[in-house]
T-cell receptor
């Protein structure tokens, strides 16, 4: 088995601040994802990376940057935190073929003051 | 853009009864339909999926039905137990795409 770790678990920032969320997986999966989950809502895809040198925008990429440092790690940067961005950010990984399950990390809860 | 809609935002059933959660999708090219479960305070985990080459799949107490003509799929949980209480998310993706579109979730409560 494997595990996905996300750091930090809780992130508090000021409006306008640049904030970085980190994700590590030891499944040896090629594909990694960042989602945003707003309270009581579904998941929206921010960025994903099919393989180590790939980066693709999801439906919610505006205001975010992402970086795939190596196969096992995928970072997300909130370029200028806004109050309406308070949400849980979930990282996931999967094998690089369509139609296979994604494994999710525990999440980072972002609060913007 | 493409959408996946979950028709029930909440669902309450008694222990032992069946629960049915319905989803519809808009992208006719969708061919993979997974379901995920999120227990209170936890992250999501995969429970079952169905691909477009079949219209029914069962795994123990979970049954997924797919109606491609109606662009509808559903999760049936039989003989529900209190530990089935959670938020269930349906999702869909196109053939060849790693990108999943999620529904908004259905909160299932099983009371004993």
């Amino acid at each position: 088995g494997g595990i996905i770790t996300q750091t930090p678990k809780f992130l508090i920032g000021q409006e306008g601040q640049k904030l970085t969320l980190k994700c590590q997986q030891n499944f040896n999966h090629d594909t990694m994802y960042w989602y945003r989950q707003d309270s009581g809502k579904g998941l929206r895809l921010i960025y994903y990376s099919i393989t180590e040198n790939d980066l693709q925008k999801g439906d919610l990429s505006e205001g975010y940057d992402a970086s795939r440092e190596k196969k096992s790690s995928f970072s997300l940067t909130v370029t200028s935190a806004q109050k309406n961005e308070m949400a849980v950010f979930l990282c996931a990984s999967s094998i690089p073929r369509a139609g296979y399950e994604q494994y999710f990390g525990p999440g980072t809860r972002l609060t913007v003051l | 853009g493409e959408k996946v809609e979950q028709h029930e935002s909440t669902l309450s059933v008694r222990e032992g009864d069946s629960a049915v959660i319905n989803c519809t999708y808009t992208d006719t090219a969708s061919s993979y339909f997974p379901w995920y479960k999120q227990e209170a305070g936890k992250s999501l985990h995969f429970v079952i999926d169905i691909r477009s080459n079949v219209d029914r799949k069962q795994s123990q107490r979970l049954i997924v039905l797919l109606d491609k003509k109606a662009k509808r799929f559903s999760l049936h949980i039989t003989a529900t137990q209190p530990e089935d209480s959670a938020i269930y998310f349906c999702a869909a993706s196109r053939g060849g795409s790693a990108k999943l579109i999620f529904g908004e979730g259905t909160k299932l409560t099983v009371s004993s």
